[in-house]
């Protein structure tokens, strides 16, 4: 079965720190990766996407894509409690469509 | 852009009736919609695709009875929880696929639903 995994946290960072949130999928034909943020109680909003091995920046998030590793990451610079949420990454495997596979999602926490 | 919207955003029903969702692609055309589920702290779980005139795809272990969904033009997607039970309580989401691929997947806000 196809699988899209992530640590459920909580990842507790400090206030200014940058945040590293992991995720590593099994279809090694999928093509495109998502990060999605979800606060409690709220529906996931999209953060970027990336579909190139490498690094894509957009503000103070950085998404990295290794096909050969079939992980990808979302880093978060400067973290603000106001990032404390729960972050999915999401990926279209092969053969699925427009489906996504989202993770479990891991909970950010950044204190004060 | 790709704003998506849901309708309505709670709804408290007695066990038994029936209860419609709207979803709608704003400022933009979805020709797939997605309907999740997700209960207090557990995942987003999929419970069908829904493309524009034709019949949804459910994911295993969904009633498509239960859960009637009817995509009939490119910027509306309804879900009808039919006869629900308070074990159909839960938070509901629909998204909307965009982009240049048309795999990116915008959510609306969700909708709150409460079976008594």
């Known amino acids: 079965q196809k699988e899209v995994e992530q640590n459920s946290g909580p990842l507790s960072v400090p206030e200014g720190a940058i945040a590293s949130l992991n995720c590593t999928y099994s279809d090694r034909g999928s093509q495109s990766f998502f990060w999605y943020r979800q606060y409690s109680g709220k529906s996931p909003e999209l953060i970027m996407f990336?579909?190139?091995?490498g690094d894509k920046e957009d503000g103070r998030f950085t998404a990295q894509l290794n096909k050969a590793s079939q992980y990808v990451s979302l880093l978060i610079r400067d973290s603000q409690p106001s990032d404390s949420a729960t972050y999915l990454c999401a990926v279209k495997e092969s053969n699925a469509g427009n489906m996504l596979t989202f993770g479990g999602g891991t909970r950010l926490m950044v204190k004060p | 852009g790709a704003v998506v919207s849901q309708h309505p955003s709670w709804v408290i029903c007695k066990s038994g009736t029936s209860v419609k969702i709207e979803c709608r692609s704003l400022?933009?055309?979805?020709?797939?919609m997605f309907w999740y589920r997700q209960f207090p702290k557990q995942s987003l779980m999929l419970m069908a695709t829904?493309?524009?005139?034709?019949?949804?795809?459910?994911e295993q272990g969904v009633e498509k009875d239960k859960f009637l969904i009817n995509h009939a033009s490119l910027t509306l997607s309804t879900l009808t929880v039919t006869s629900a039970h308070p074990e159909d309580s839960s938070f509901y989401i629909c998204?909307?696929?965009?982009?240049?691929?048309?795999?990116?997947?915008?959510f609306g806000p969700g909708t709150r639903l409460l079976v008594l």
């Open positions: 998204s909307a696929g965009a982009g240049t691929r048309g795999e990116t997947q915008y």
């Open positions: 400022d933009f055309q979805a020709t797939t």
């Open positions: 829904s493309n524009e005139g034709s019949k949804a795809t459910y």
């Open positions: 990336i579909y190139s091995n």
